[in-house]
Structures are given as C-alpha cells and as structure tokens.
C-alpha cells in the first residue's frame, strides 16, 4: 500500500511538473488533460506491477490473466471501448475545444451550451439552462454539432420585416440599420467580415428581400461580437427597430383579403330583385 500511495503522490508531481511543457507542446486543452491523465495511469499501472514483483507474484502469469481477462471485458464493455475510440476521433477532428460554446442538433430542445470537459469516454457540456450534460463521445459523434466559437466568435443574426408597399422604402431600410446600430454589442461598422472567399459588410445592413402579396419584404443582417446571449440581442434588435417604425412614416404589413361583388352579373342585387321593388312602394 505504501508503494501505491507513493505513486499516487509522484504521479500528481509529475503531471504538475509537465502541465505546462505538454500544454505549450499540444496547444489544447483537451488533448492537454488526456496526455496527462495518462501519464497518471501509467504510473499507477507500474505501481501495481511493482507491488506484485515485491510480493513475489510471477509476472508472466499476470501478464496472461490480464490478457484473457481484457478479452473478456472488450466483449461486455464493447459500448465503452466503442467511445473511446469516438474520443480518440473528437480530440483529433478538432471540432470543439473547451470553453466552446456549441449546439447539439438532433436533441429535444437544441441544446446549447459550453464545453466543460473532453475525455476519452465522454463530453461534459454546461448548458445555458445551467445544467450539467454528459454526452459519451460515440453519441455525439452522431449529431450535428454548430460552434458558435469556432475561430471567430462574431455571429450573423437575420431579421425580416414586412413592410407596406405604400410607405418611404428608403427611409424605412435607414431606420432599420440605425435600430441596430443602438444596440451594444451589434457591430456598427468596420472592414469587412470574410468567411471562406467570401467577404461580408460588418455594419447592420438591410436589403430587399422580396416584392410579397400583403407588403415588401425586407431582410436586416448583422453581426454580434459574442454569440453567448443571441434571444437578448435579437430581442433587443426587434424593439428598437419596432420604435423607430411605429414614429415614421412606415407601417408594418400583414395579410389582406378583399372581396369584391359584381353587381351585374349577380341576379339577387336589391335592384334587380322585384321583392326590393315591392319594399319600396
């Protein structure tokens, strides 16, 4: 026991003696934390071979039971070891890294959250709900997954509004873009956003969707420095822009439907109904 417990105190030095070289060296936290637990169970794995040379075990022997009983349990924990291997692939694809914020399709509610963890087995996410979710890698590996923290944190929201055909176009595209202009953390201006080849005006900037049946459909796009309260500036975004309308001369469309009658080619108009005749005598 003392043996072990030794090894447990070394193993904890160790990985704080290499934190920082295999942190400097791999870049990544999650890669970071797997090669040092790692470097933990190693130890401990060599611990245990020591304490049974000293108790005069045969090593060949143990060797043996170790690999009969690993076949064994590669059948039972098949679902596990099949994780693991996921784990492998997550930490190699680079899709996410803690302290990500990240969307998983394909869930009940969408969930949204922050990478907390990456292991081997398993990825912890703290959610916006302020929950704990542990997904096992070979799971998530099957879901679509959106990071919102992917290289650039700057996010592109949309909005459209239907407006009438009968105000100030011009005029209600300025007042838009200025209603977004208002809010914080929207980006104002600046050189453009490139995503890919493509480049993007980074201030809000409104355009002409469509030519609708009840009005004109307008578009409004801009960017967010942080993806992290997306409902609160969309929210935010809306307001100003319903303010801005609602003093201008510009009204918000919204379907319409007119009947119209023909008189002459409906026989029981009061003019040609002889009961009306009859009425007004």
């Keep these: 026991m003392a043996v072990l417990a030794v090894a447990w105190y070394g193993s904890n030095v160790l990985v704080r003696l290499l934190s920082r070289r295999v942190a400097r060296r791999f ?6 934390q797997a090669v040092l637990r790692s470097v933990r169970g190693g130890v401990m794995l060599f611990a245990v071979f020591v304490v049974a040379a000293l108790a005069g075990v045969d090593l060949g022997n143990i060797l043996l039971s170790v690999t009969v009983l690993t076949a064994a349990v590669a059948v039972v924990a098949a679902p596990v070891i099949g994780s693991i291997v ?19 399709i394909d869930t009940a509610d969408d969930t949204t959250g922050f990478i907390e ?32 923290s992917a290289e650039d944190p700057r996010t592109r929201l949309s909005l459209d509004i239907l ?28 050189p453009d956003i490139r995503i890919g ?11 002409i969707n469509e030519y609708a049946d009840s009005g004109v459909l307008l578009t409004l796009r801009y960017w ?29 469309a919204y379907p319409r439907t007119q009947v119209v009658f023909d008189d002459q080619d409906d026989p029981s108009t009061p003019g040609d109904d002889p009961r009306f005749d009859d009425r007004r005598r």
Excluded: H
């Design 27 to 32: 870049r990544r936290p999650s890669v970071s």
């Design 117 to 148: 963890d990456i292991t081997l087995r398993y990825t912890k996410i703290f959610t916006l709900d302020n929950t704990f979710l542990v997904i096992p890698n070979g799971t998530i590996r099957d879901r679509d997954v959106t990071n919102y």
């Design 224 to 252: 967010v420095r942080e993806p992290y309260k997306l409902l609160t500036v969309r929210s935010a975004v809306q307001e100003n822009v319903w303010e801005r309308l609602d003093g201008a001369d510009v009204e918000f």
């Design 163 to 190: 407006v009438t055909y009968e105000g100030e176009l011009d005029a209600a595209r300025d007042l838009i873009e200025r209603a977004a202009r208002d809010v914080n953390v929207v980006i104002r201006g600046g």
């Design 197 to 207: 080849s493509a480049r993007y005006p980074a201030a809000p900037t409104c355009y």
């Design 86 to 104: 996921s784990g492998l692939f997550v930490l190699t694809d680079q899709s996410y890294e803690i302290g990500d914020m990240v969307r998983i």
